[in-house]
């Protein structure tokens, strides 16, 4: 695992300003019972005038998350992946919040919700401290983080504005007794499949939604975030699709490419257009 460059690449894309932003490190948003602290950074672009505010995007790592990192859960938010992209929302003049949550297997997927939710609540509660306007925030969540945008279609909260998922696990129930070394519990298949999350009659009436895949990523991968997709459409949900035709699971850091690139500056248009 320590070699995986997803610990150290950073995003393929950069905007100036991203050596100036303020970043508020490892602040406690949550105290589980029992267990260790739960803590968050906070990325502000730089100068912000007293009392001015700007919308939030909260970043959503993937998992489970292998048993001999959970301790180590605080670090994830110091990868490569989420340092830089901390960085470039904020040059981008957004107000970026990375952490670490507690998705350590499908059987307990419940409690990093309830850690998601807490992070949501904590940023909201705490937004004058970090010129956050707590009612224009985005959801943006890659690879196994792509299931915990199903709470987010189901229940739309006013103050979601925008959901994006990058090479995301987009609907579980489609997986349920497909891989033996996968198994996937009901509970968890219906709570925690976005693709399900759409209504079967009537509009869509949710927060747009932007969908960025590679086409060589895993094919369980894609079949499900396929299949979100045609859902979404099926729903006529505001629906942005990036295809990275030779991109790679995590192609935002590892394909130096110019499509990578076109993607990344595509969805930081998008989160400006709705936030």
Known sequence: MADNPIFHNRVVYTVPGMDAVEVHRDLVYHR????????????????LAAGETRPGVLLVHGGPIPAEMMPRLHLIKRWGI?????????????????????????????????????????VRTQAPGFHLDPDRLALWAFSGGGTFLAPALRERP????????????????SLRGKFEQFPVPEEAAAAFSPAAAFPESGP??????????????????????????????????????????????????????????EIIARTIGFLKDHL
């Open 32 to 47: 589980p019972e029992g267990g260790a602290d739960l803590l968050m950074d906070v990325y502000l672009p730089p100068g």
């Open 82 to 122: 989420f340092l830089s992209y901390g960085e470039l929302l904020a040059a981008s003049g957004f107000v970026a919040v990375s952490f670490g949550h507690r998705f350590a297997s499908l059987e307990k997927i419940a409690t990093a919700q309830a850690d998601i939710e807490a992070a949501v609540d904590f």
């Open 158 to 173: 006013a103050y979601l504005r925008a959901l994006v998922a990058y090479y995301a696990l987009l609907d579980l129930a």
């Open 204 to 261: 869509y009436e949710g927060p747009p939604i932007l969908v960025a895949r590679g086409g060589r990523d895993s094919p369980f991968i894609n079949d499900t975030l396929d299949l979100f997709v045609q859902r979404a459409l099926a729903a006529n949900a505001p629906l942005d699709l990036l295809n990275h035709p030779a991109g790679q699971h995590g192609f935002d850091v590892l394909d130096d490419d110019a499509r990578s690139r």
